[in-house]
């Protein structure tokens, strides 16, 4: 994860995913195809969530709520750089820059709904959705490279 050099200080290129699949404790098998990724970025690009996808310190303390928790950054751009998906962030709060630079926070984890209705269309199965990405230091995942 890096807080990368732009001419904006507030600028952040957080992990969303990487292709493969891994074995979960929880959620049995989790899987991200190039399918996956094409998803998440039009989804994004075509503001199917109806709100800005968020990055906020950990995950909801509320499962599956997507609101009531406060954003360090708001999502600006999904790119592909090989195997993973990055989320490019503008802070809104300056502290999340420095946390990130400081190795404060190590790792990244997104909060994605698979199989999603379009809350802003209201249209059925548009794929996989992204919603947030939470910073954290006891990952699902963890070798990016």
Request: hydrophobic content about 35%.
């Amino acid at each position: 994860m890096e807080a990368y050099n732009t001419n904006l200080s507030n600028t952040l290129q957080i992990p969303i995913a990487k292709l493969g699949a891994w074995e979960h404790p929880v959620y049995h098998y989790v899987v991200f195809t190039q399918k996956d990724f094409d998803e998440i970025k039009r989804n994004f690009e075509s503001n199917e969530a109806g709100f800005e996808p968020y990055l906020r310190y950990g995950h909801s303390r509320y499962p599956g709520a997507t609101d009531g928790e406060p954003a360090t950054a708001f999502l600006k751009n999904v790119v592909q750089e090989k195997d993973v998906l990055y989320g490019q962030f503008e802070a809104v709060d300056p502290t999340v820059v420095s946390e990130i630079k400081e190795g404060k926070y190590r790792y990244s984890s997104a909060e994605l709904t698979r199989n999603a209705h379009s809350k802003r269309m209201g249209k059925g199965n548009i794929g996989t959705l992204l919603t947030a990405v939470a910073l954290t230091n006891a990952p699902f995942y963890r070798d990016w490279e």
